[in-house]
């Protein structure tokens, strides 16, 4: 299963842009990671993302997708590639495709320990190709039966 949270900022406002009859928003979130054993013990990882939606998003939902605002998303990690023409070099970059934002309130995730962390869902129409939890679920149950030896892993 490819399934992927990613919890952090956005490093830039989303753009948005539309594609045949759906809308695209694009955006790349900041996530901070504990390195034990390097000097100076933090880490970033830049990751961008997009979210297909049917409908044009409203602006009261971008207003909350600006730089430096905190967002939760949950998708598949995809890898696309690119050549460059002149030196033939192969490029990739990892990207998340979202079936899942949520965006939280200003500071809430500096105070996570409280029980009232306020956050808002998306309500975005769901059209990338991702499957349902309900629908992953359902296939998770008809395998439960395959002998260990048949598993890839």
């Known amino acids: 299963m490819n399934n992927i949270s990613i919890v952090g900022r956005l490093t830039k406002d989303v753009t948005i842009a539309q594609v045949g009859e759906s809308w695209v928003i694009r955006g790349t979130v900041a996530d901070n990671y504990y390195k034990p054993k390097a000097e100076d013990k933090t880490g970033v990882n830049f990751v961008g993302f997009s979210r297909f939606v049917r409908n044009e998003p409203q602006e009261n939902f971008l207003s909350r997708l600006k730089k430096g605002s905190s967002i939760a998303i949950v ?39 409280s029980d009232h962390t306020h956050s808002e869902t998306t309500t975005t129409a769901h059209t990338s190709p991702v499957q349902s939890e309900a629908s992953m679920a359902a296939a998770v149950t008809e395998t439960d039966d395959v002998a260990e030896e048949e598993l890839p892993f």
Do not use: A
């Open 75 to 113: 998708g598949r990690l995809e890898v696309n590639e690119r050549k460059d023409e002149k030196t033939g070099t192969t490029y990739q970059n990892l990207s998340v495709l979202v079936n899942d934002m949520t965006t939280f309130s200003p500071g809430s995730l500096e105070n996570s320990n």
